[in-house]
């Protein structure tokens, strides 16, 4: 079957897509994109579907942004279809709602989409997501530490996030990107190229250009191997929310009764339906510890009862925000959103004759030397340090020399205080030294960080 023609069944059979329906086309100037306002224009005048293109500018890559825009208006044109173009400031956007830039220009694209979609009458929107797309989402998110929810990826037809009642199409999603690549060749369908695309900064694009390649010279079938571990994900996601919905309809027992599974997967239910993005961090600490509020954030915090049920409570009042600098009260468990970093703590009692496992992005310490209250800042001239193993304390900037760190990139990294001013965390650097577990460490505190 041709590319042509799968669209057209996607769309007439799992769609639904109606004679003489409105669609929007959400379309970026991209090949991906491109490809499908080509084939929709070309399909459209038989099913008599009324398209409208849709075009969001992020402001994210200054003159290239505004001419992708231009670009995308200008193919409508000359294609007779009406456009709706919007523009957002993304990067203000991000640092207002305190979100990743991932997160808040998904956000904003999908509201513009969904208001597309009601200027239009049209109840479906289509994307250009493809089968790489799918594989690379699938490492994002195991790499991130998601469960079967966010593995299972996306799916051909699904809700729209920015209002349930509009569904996103996604008719190339179980087509290769090298198909599409082949159709604009031969079909000589004029796009443009994301410079971006080819950075190695974004977690998607390491994915895309190391990862995915050596692992296919081990398993050259590993994009057909992963979309069908997804496959299987996703009906194993759907009988799980659908035996979810049979306990909470049928029986009387609380949920902390419940299988592990039914529990978990309840908590992310209410996680998701209170805006809190669930992680299992997060969802095993509220499981185990009822009554223990979490926080989630700058601004909120989130505990729950014996029942596991969950609910907000007010943030502590010790938590400020200025400027570059982030006060924050250590609570028994929290995670927060600042400058780009997530981070997240825990504090537990430390098990005699056991050793805290340590990996990428976590570190332990000893709680009771670090204190309740840290800051969180940049590097600043004056700073003193005394990392793990050195025989005494040194200035910071000697240190950021020895280790050859580049001048710009000690500005960026981010580092802690302790309650008493002393430095015991660096963003790429050891530990320092006073704040290590001892034998006769009581408490330890696990941080946790990663870039978003």
């Not at 023609?5 to 059979?13: I, M, P």
């Not at 997804?230 to 419940?258: I, S, Y």
């Not at 460490?441 to 990663?450: D, I, K, M, N, Y």
Request: aromatic share 6%; net charge positive; proline share 7%.
């Amino acid at each position: 079957m041709n590319l042509s023609h799968h669209v057209e069944n996607t769309l007439l059979q799992l769609a639904r897509c109606r004679p003489g329906e409105s669609l929007v086309l959400a379309v970026s100037g991209g090949l991906d994109s491109m490809v499908l306002l080509h084939l929709l224009a070309r399909l459209a005048p038989a099913h008599r579907w009324r398209l409208l293109v849709a075009h969001f500018n992020h402001r994210l890559r200054g003159r290239a942004s505004g001419a992708d825009a231009r670009f995308v208006a200008l193919t409508a044109q000359r294609l007779g279809l009406p456009l709706r173009v919007e523009a957002a400031e993304v990067q203000a956007i991000a640092q207002r709602e305190r979100l990743s830039l991932e997160m808040a220009a998904r956000q904003a694209r999908h509201a513009f989409f969904a208001r597309a979609a009601k200027h239009a009458g049209a109840q479906k929107i289509l994307l250009a997501h493809h089968a790489n797309d799918q594989v690379e989402l699938f490492f994002v998110r195991l790499l991130q530490g998601t469960g079967p929810t966010g593995l299972k990826g996306m799916e051909i037809v699904s809700p729209s996030p920015a209002d349930p009642s509009l569904q996103l199409v996604r008719p190339f999603l179980e087509v290769p990107r090298s198909d599409l690549e082949h159709y604009a060749l031969t079909h000589q369908v004029r796009f443009r190229e994301d410079q971006s695309n080819a950075s190695l900064a974004p977690l998607r694009n390491r994915i895309r250009h190391k990862l995915l390649p050596l692992l296919t010279t081990w398993q050259p079938g590993l994009p057909q191997v992963i979309r069908r571990t997804m496959e299987l994900l996703r009906a194993e996601d759907c009988f799980l929310t659908e035996a979810l919905a049979q306990r909470q309809r049928e029986t009387g027992e609380p949920p902390a009764q419940w299988p592990l599974a039914l529990q978990r997967r309840f908590l992310t239910a209410q996680l998701l339906h209170l805006g809190i993005a669930p992680n299992f961090d997060l969802i095993e600490f509220l499981r185990l510890h009822p009554g223990q509020p979490i926080m989630i954030g700058e601004d909120q915090r989130v505990q729950a009862d014996a029942h596991l049920n969950l609910q907000k409570v007010p943030p502590p009042p010790s938590l400020n925000h200025a400027g570059n600098r982030l006060v924050l009260q250590l609570s028994a468990a929290g995670q927060i959103q600042w400058q780009n970093r997530e981070f997240a703590w825990q504090i537990r009692p430390c098990r005699e004759g056991r050793r805290p496992r340590t990996r990428s992005g976590v570190e332990w310490f000893d709680a009771d030397t670090v204190g309740e209250r840290i800051v969180l800042r940049h590097w600043q001239p004056g700073d003193r340090y005394w990392p793990i193993g050195a025989p005494a304390e040194m200035k910071l900037q000697d240190f950021f020399v020895n280790q050859k760190v580049p001048a710009a990139e000690r500005r960026r990294r981010l580092l802690a205080e302790a309650a008493d001013g002393r430095i015991f965390w660096i963003e790429g650097a050891r530990i320092a030294e006073p704040f290590k577990v001892r034998p006769q460490t009581r408490l330890l505190l696990r941080w946790q960080w990663r870039t978003v």
